[in-house]
């Protein structure tokens, strides 16, 4: 895997996983 790929993935993934934390606890936000 390319540098700028792994980028991406982790990328996505936090955006992800941020998406989920606000719909799971919308209180928060």
Known sequence: ????????????AALLLYLVAVLLRPERF
Do not use: C, K
């Open 1 to 12: 895997m390319s540098l700028n790929l792994m980028l991406a993935a982790i990328t996505a």
